[in-house]
């Protein structure tokens, strides 16, 4: 069984880190683009961030371009989302997610065009 597992979310303060993970269990992610998307209460589902399989293309979201940097480690099986600067506004469930057809080449992805997703980690910048 495919699936995707985030981690690493919680609470921290305005102006605050933290890095999110997300990691492939049953399949390996390397031959997939992974795209990280948010949703927060009330709004729409936006894609954040996406790489591509080999890493080599990165692509963000206007609202997150320069501090937020996602990276990914195939032997590991895990991509990661690290976010520096975070503002309240950047409270969200975060999504991480696949799909064997989607290239991460032009930019992020629409959220209906991914296939696998995990069930989410939420992230709340508080203080």
């Known amino acids: 069984q495919l699936q995707l597992v985030e981690s690493g979310g919680g609470l921290v303060q305005p102006g605050g880190s933290l890095r999110i993970s997300c990691a492939g269990s049953g399949f390996t992610l390397d031959s997939y683009a992974i795209g990280w998307f948010r949703q927060a209460p009330g709004k729409e589902r936006e894609g954040v961030s996406c790489?591509?399989?080999?890493?080599?293309?990165?692509n963000y979201a206007d609202s997150v371009r320069g501090r937020f940097t996602i990276s990914r480690d195939n032997a590991k099986n895990t991509v990661y989302l690290q976010m520096n600067s975070l503002k309240p506004e950047d409270t969200a469930v975060y999504y991480c997610?696949?799909?064997?057809?989607?290239?991460?080449?032009?930019?992020?992805?629409?959220?209906?065009?991914?296939?696998?997703w995990g069930k989410g980690i939420l992230v709340t910048v508080s203080s």
């Open positions: 790489i591509s399989s080999s890493g080599g293309i990165t």
């Open positions: 997610a696949a799909d064997p057809g989607v290239r991460c080449i032009t930019g992020i992805p629409p959220y209906y065009a991914m296939r696998y």
